[in-house]
């Protein structure tokens, strides 16, 4: 599967905290990331991700084509409620998520749910709808 990770600057550390815990699961898979947080989840990590870049430079609108040409499968995006323009990123994933029926998750509760249910399989439907050559 192809995940992306998006994190606000204050959720920055909780995502790198949340892809060491979960690094075995994540490793058996494809990520994806904007700039600042992919390159602090490889340091942290170790795994291989593609980088995009920064979010308001463009990385979310970058995920957000690869969400609409169905090239990916599974989004944690970590926000800050409490920053100042910070929704406008959020709801454009999170639309662009629900239009293609994307699995999303804002915060790192509904992320861990989410990866748990990637380690059992529960999302082996995602291959019907978004078969690998």
Known sequence: MNIALMAHDNKKEL????????????????????????????????????????GPQGGTQQINARISYNEIDLVLFFWDPGSADSGKEVVAIARACDAYNIPFASNVATAEVLVQGLRRGDFGWRDIVNPKN
């Open 15 to 54: 995502m790198v905290q949340f892809c060491i815990a979960y690094c075995g699961v994540l490793s058996e898979h494809s990520i994806c990331a904007t700039a600042t947080t992919g390159k602090m989840v490889s340091e942290a990590t170790g795994l291989p991700i593609t980088l995009y870049l920064s």
